[in-house]
C-alpha cells in the first residue's frame, strides 16, 4: 500500500513539473511574440518612410506578371535564365554566371572543360518532337539542360525522353526546376528511370527558392541539390561588379523567394527579426523553441487551410444554378503526400443515364501541395477499361468540347480540355488570405475560384448534356 501511495506521489509531483514548464513556456512565448510585434511595426513604420526614398517593395518582375494573375509567363523566365548562361550575352561578363551555376552544383567535371565556346538554345526542339527549354551546348561532349517546371505538370516520359537523348554526349547534366523540391511525376519518369543513369549522365532537382530545398520525405532525395535557382542568382549578384546587373539580379532573387517560396518578408523586417532573436539568450532559446515546434506542424496548419478554402469553393449551393434540376454529384480528395493530387469535382446525376457517367468537371492541383491549380472536364476512366462505344462517345465529346477553346486533351487521356488558372494559381503564398477566407466562409480568393468554376460548367454543360445519350445503353 505504501508503494502506492509513493507512485501516485511521484506522478503528482511530476504532473505540476510539467504544468509549471508548460505555463513557464507559454508565458515565453507570449513574451516573445508581444515584444516582436511591437518591434515590426515600428520597423514597419520606418520602411514606408523610406519607400519614399528606396522603394523596398518595388520589383521590376511584377511588370512581367500577366494582366490576369500574379504570374511571370515560364517561356520569360526560361529566357531570362537563358541569358544570363549566356557566354556571348548582353551582361558582357563573359562565362561568370554560367560557372557560378556549376560551382554551386559542384559538378566534378566542371573544372576539365572550358566554357568559353558554350552555346545557348531555347526551347530546343528533341529528335522526339519535344521541346526542351534551355540546352548549354558547352562543346560537342558536354550538355547542360533545364527543364523549367515552375508552373506546367509533366508530360508522359517527358524527363525519361529527355535523359535519353542527352546520352549522346560523354557527359550531361539534365536540371529539373520546379517551383519546390517536387520531383517529376512518376508518368515522366520513374525513380527506377533515374535509377539507370551513370556517374556521367546525370539529374537534379533544384527548386527555385531555398525554401524548397530539403523539405521532402521520399526517395528522390539523392537526386535533390542543396542549391536553389534564388541561390544562383545571389551567387551571380556577389561575384558581379557591375551595379546595373547587381540591381536585376537582386530582383530576380527576390521574385523567386517571395512567388515560390511564399517569402513576403522585407529585407527591414528579417533584420529586425535578426536583431531581435540575437539580442539577449532568453529571446534566441524562445526562437529556436519556436522553430523546432512549428517546423513538425506547419505542414498540418497548411493542409488544413488549404482543406478550408475548398471546401468553401465545394459548398453545392454556388452551384443550384446552374441546372433546372439542380442535381448535383459533389466531392474532393484532399491529398496526403506529394504523389497525389488535390481535386473537387461535380457532374450531373442524369449523366449516368446517359452513359456520360465518367465525365467531371474538375478543378485539380499538381502533384505539388497546393499549388498549379487548373479546371476543365475530365473523363475519369481509363482508356484500357472502355468498350468501343465509350471510346466513340468519349472521342465525340472531346471533339464538341473544341468550342470551349480551352487546351486540348492531355497525353494520358484523362482531361478532355483544361486550363491552368493564371490568378491565385500557387496558394504557398496565399496561406494568410485563405485562413482568412475560411474563417469567413468567403473572400476573394476562393470567390475567383467558384467563379472561374461556375463559367467553365455554364460553358461545359449542354455540350455534354447534348452528346449524352438520352437513353440507357444496353453495351456492355
Not at 507570449?30 to 515584444?35: A, E, I, R, V
Not at 513604420?45 to 500577366?66: C, G, I, Q, T
Not at 472521342?395 to 488558372?421: A, H, I, N, V
Request: include cysteine; glycine fraction near 6%; charged fraction near 35%.
Amino acid at each position: 500500500m505504501q508503494q502506492v501511495i509513493e507512485v501516485a506521489r511521484f506522478f503528482g509531483a511530476l504532473n505540476e513539473r510539467l504544468d509549471a514548464t508548460r505555463n513557464a513556456e507559454l508565458r515565453e512565448y507570449q513574451w516573445f511574440f508581444d515584444s516582436l510585434t511591437l518591434r515590426l511595426e515600428t520597423a514597419r513604420v520606418l520602411e514606408r518612410e523610406l519607400d519614399v526614398k528606396l522603394a523596398h517593395r518595388f520589383n521590376v518582375f511584377d511588370y512581367l506578371k500577366s494582366k490576369s494573375g500574379p504570374q511571370v509567363n515560364e517561356a520569360t523566365l526560361s529566357r531570362v535564365i537563358a541569358d544570363l548562361l549566356d557566354p556571348s550575352g548582353s551582361h558582357g561578363q563573359g562565362t561568370l554566371f554560367l560557372e557560378c551555376l556549376l560551382r554551386g552544383l559542384c559538378l566534378d567535371w566542371a573544372s576539365e572543360i572550358s566554357l568559353q565556346g558554350a552555346r545557348i538554345e531555347v526551347e530546343r526542339q528533341t529528335d522526339d518532337n519535344r521541346r526542351l527549354d534551355v540546352s548549354v551546348h558547352i562543346d560537342k561532349d558536354h550538355c547542360l539542360a533545364i527543364e523549367n517546371k515552375p508552373y506546367a505538370s509533366d508530360r508522359p516520359n517527358q524527363v525519361k525522353d529527355y535523359l535519353d537523348g542527352l546520352r549522346k554526349y560523354k557527359k550531361s547534366l539534365l536540371i529539373y526546376l520546379p517551383a519546390s523540391g517536387r520531383p517529376p511525376a512518376e508518368e515522366s519518369a520513374t525513380l527506377d528511370d533515374l535509377n539507370t543513369l551513370d556517374e556521367n549522365h546525370l539529374f537534379k532537382i533544384m527548386p527555385y527558392d531555398r525554401t524548397g530545398v530539403g523539405d521532402w520525405e521520399d526517395d528522390f532525395d539523392r537526386y535533390r541539390v542543396d542549391y536553389s535557382l534564388a541561390c544562383w542568382l545571389a551567387d551571380c549578384r556577389k561575384s558581379c561588379d557591375v551595379d546595373r546587373l547587381r540591381w536585376f539580379l537582386r530582383e530576380a532573387e527576390t521574385f523567386c523567394e517571395r512567388q515560390f517560396g511564399g517569402n513576403n518578408v522585407t529585407d527591414t523586417e528579417t533584420s529586425t527579426i535578426k536583431e531581435f532573436v540575437l539580442s539577449d539568450e532568453r529571446s534566441l532559446k524562445t526562437a529556436l523553441m519556436l522553430a523546432e515546434s512549428l517546423r513538425t506542424t506547419i505542414k498540418e496548419v497548411k493542409k488544413d487551410v488549404c482543406i478550408g478554402a475548398l471546401n468553401i469553393i465545394l459548398n453545392r449551393e454556388k452551384w443550384d444554378k446552374l441546372a433546372a434540376d439542380g442535381k448535383w454529384s459533389t466531392g474532393g480528395y484532399w491529398q496526403e503526400d506529394e504523389t497525389e493530387f488535390s481535386y473537387i469535382e461535380m457532374r450531373r446525376k442524369r449523366w449516368r443515364k446517359q452513359d456520360v457517367e465518367h465525365v467531371t468537371i474538375r478543378l485539380q492541383a499538381d502533384k505539388d501541395q497546393w499549388n498549379n491549380w487548373f479546371i476543365g472536364v475530365y473523363w475519369n476512366q481509363d482508356s484500357a477499361d472502355m468498350n468501343e462505344g465509350e471510346r466513340d462517345l468519349r472521342r465525340t465529346l472531346s471533339e464538341q468540347l473544341e468550342k470551349l477553346e480551352l487546351s486540348g486533351e492531355d497525353d494520358d487521356g484523362f482531361w478532355l480540355c483544361y486550363e491552368f488558372l493564371d490568378k491565385y494559381r500557387n496558394w504557398d503564398p496565399l496561406i494568410p488570405d485563405l485562413f482568412k477566407e475560411w474563417r469567413k466562409g468567403k473572400g476573394r480568393i476562393t470567390s475567383h475560384f467558384i467563379r472561374r468554376f461556375v463559367e467553365i460548367a455554364k460553358r461545359a454543360i449542354p455540350i455534354i448534356d447534348g452528346v449524352g445519350r438520352s437513353e440507357p445503353s444496353t453495351s456492355s
